[in-house]
């Protein structure tokens, strides 16, 4: 068997309810063991119903005040460059779900820039590069994030990583504006896939019987460059956590019963 980082594994929980709360009780305990070992932790968010949903039943488990919030970082896989109080913006569903629920300090929330910045669609993406390089970890141009959450799209997509676009294969820099996305809204700025991989571990969260096929591409080796989810891979593990209708078409020996 492969070792974890190069092999994905599949957790599947009955539903999206169910799935929220089994991968916020995941991120809870991580968190928790940090804190209590006195560990810096960096978190990639992403957005989506089912991702806000994570942070959301985070929110709402008491076990949340166990964590020592002054120690971790949060930051954003990508985001909607629309003003901050659009509802299609990340850092919006993020901030009501969890992120106003906990005492972490305002400096630890590194949200993209928005229009409201008065900041162009690219000079915002050099922005988030310049403030991922204040944390720079390892010899790379970025922290080291402990976990990197990734929603994955009917089409294949991670972040603002969109099927057969030339920004899936750029490996210079850390953060791209990304124009006439083929999702809306057409403007955003996505990390790319070398940050988002170099974190000790991906979970991908996918729910609903439009994403099956998505996954099974994705399990099946698929040209990342045509399905980005593909591409997806943590240092030390890689997890596909997925509801029972997202999971029809994955493999019986990839599904993770012990995880």
Known sequence: MAEFGTEKRVVIS????????AVARRFLDRLIKRSEAGKVTHIALTGGAIGTEVLKAAGADPRRTQVDW?????WWGDERFVPRSDPDRNERGARHALLERIDVPSE???AMASPDDGISLDDAALSYADELARFADDGQEWPRFYICFLGVGADGHIASLFPDRGEIQVTDRAVLPVHEAPK??????TL???????????WMVLSGEDKAAALGLAL?????DSVPAAGAKGVKRTVLFVDEDAAKQVP????DRDF
Not at 70 to 74: E, G, L, P, S
Request: aromatic fraction near 4%; hydrophobic fraction near 45%.
């Open 14 to 21: 009955p539903d999206a309810p169910s799935l929220a709360a």
């Open 252 to 255: 019986a020996d990839l599904i």
């Open 108 to 110: 630890n929330v590194h």
């Open 184 to 189: 809306p809204p057409a403007d955003r700025l």
């Open 220 to 224: 099946a080796g698929a040209s990342y």
């Open 70 to 74: 002054t120690r971790v970082h949060f």
């Open 192 to 202: 790319t896939r070398p940050v988002l991989n170099s974190a000790r571990c991906v």
